[in-house]
């Protein structure tokens, strides 16, 4: 599960490559603050609530890789959708 | 005059060949990066980028990067970090280094060993 988790990271940060580097910049910041704070919040053993989260955030990554997706809309997306993990 | 014509000719293929590195759809290009190593970097080159790649990144104490050193053990990084090390040293390289690679390294040696023997990195 950790590698799954790694591996969606890894997939956030080379879906920025594509954008342009402000927004890239943006973006990374952004996806890595994300993943460290859900690392710290999230209790390990919690396997459903991080199973969720990996779906979530697979949808997103997907959203993320379409090409309509700009840096900055896509940015407040994953925003808006991370701001309350209890939901 | 024959010996120039030879040279002569021994030189465009040189030029021609390294023109057709650069496109990666060209088998022969390809073939040529991995039986050669006459421009490939070398294993100092290599450990000397990597190095300073790691040395760059944010949370690490550049005075205690050595080649030796182990990302998490040594620098007390934890394993997000060891991936966006991993992240910024494909970039240095030009590399895209597949996941089940990407998770085997996790120390400044494998990380040297993994980038000097591939045949795409520049």
Redesign the interface.
């Known amino acids: 599960m950790q590698k799954q988790v790694l591996s969606l990271c890894r997939g956030f940060l080379r879906a920025t490559r594509s954008k342009s580097p402000e927004d890239r910049r943006e973006i990374e910041s952004f996806v890595s603050a994300e993943f460290r704070r859900n690392s710290k919040q999230v209790d390990r053993k919690n396997f459903i609530y991080i199973e969720h989260l990996l779906r979530r955030g697979k949808k997103q990554l997907e959203q993320l890789n379409s090409p309509d997706t700009v840096g900055l809309s896509s940015m407040n997306v994953t925003f808006s959708e991370t701001e309350n993990p209890k939901n | 005059m024959a010996l120039r014509a030879a040279v002569l000719r021994h030189v465009r293929v040189a030029v021609q060949t390294r023109g057709l590195e650069s496109n990666p759809w060209f088998p022969s290009g390809s073939i040529r990066l991995m039986s050669s190593h006459d421009d490939h970097l070398t294993k100092e080159e290599v450990a000397d980028r990597v190095l300073s790649v790691i040395k760059s990144f944010p949370k690490v104490d550049p005075s205690r990067v050595t080649p030796e050193v182990h990302f998490q053990k040594d620098l007390g990084l934890?394993?997000?970090d060891?991936?966006?090390i991993v992240?910024a040293l494909e970039?240095e390289f030009k590399l895209e280094i597949p996941?089940k690679e990407?998770?085997k390294i996790d120390s400044c040696n494998l990380a040297i060993e993994y980038i000097h023997n591939h045949p795409l990195s520049s």
Do not use: P, Q, R
């Open positions: 934890d394993s997000l060891n991936v966006e992240m970039e996941d990407a998770d």
